[in-house]
């Protein structure tokens, strides 16, 4: 389905529809994610660590720090309703995060054309860089939110 409208106001008209899907997605949920903001192209997200979150070194797993990047980072491709789902993600991890911390994942969209977006994604706590991530993403035509033109 194409529109008339541009992405950026895609975005501002079905703002509330984007983001109210986004933030239920289930595995988010599961682990406790909240989705803070999102912007055409961008989104932010926090979780608060608990014990079951920790590995053998008593740090947070890196699965989850991956985990929040990840959901940030389709939160930013899907910020225009458009169903974009991730081709690669390549992560650095930096410094351990900590039981108890809230760690805080924030994607910003790099560039985007009509049929693939890239994304540089950030996860801290208290103000240290815990990993990196790049993202690139496939941006189907169809969209997940009823769109009318």
């Not at 389905?1 to 933030?23: P, R, V």
């Not at 920790?54 to 491709?77: E, K, R, W």
């Not at 899907?78 to 995060?97: E, W």
């Not at 910003?108 to 950030?122: C, F, G, V």
Request: proline share 2%; hydrophobic share 40%.
């Amino acid at each position: 389905m194409s529109t008339a409208l541009s992405e950026q106001e895609l975005h501002e008209k079905y703002y509330k529809d984007i983001f109210n899907h986004l933030e239920q997605e289930p595995y988010a949920q599961y682990l406790g994610m909240k989705l803070i903001e999102l912007g055409a192209g961008t989104a932010t997200a926090e979780l608060e660590v608990k014990d079951h979150m920790l590995n053998s070194h008593g740090t947070v797993h890196g699965a989850i720090i991956f985990s929040l990047a990840d959901y940030v980072f389709a939160a930013a491709c899907n910020s225009y309703g458009k169903t974009s789902v991730g081709l690669s993600t390549t992560v650095n991890f930096m410094a351990p995060g900590l039981n108890g911390s809230i760690i805080k994942a924030i994607a910003t969209e790099e560039k985007r054309n009509n049929r693939t977006s890239w994304y540089n994604i950030r996860v801290e706590s208290d103000g240290e860089l815990l990993a990196s991530m790049e993202a690139l993403a496939y941006r189907k035509h169809s969209y997940f939110i009823p769109v009318k033109e």
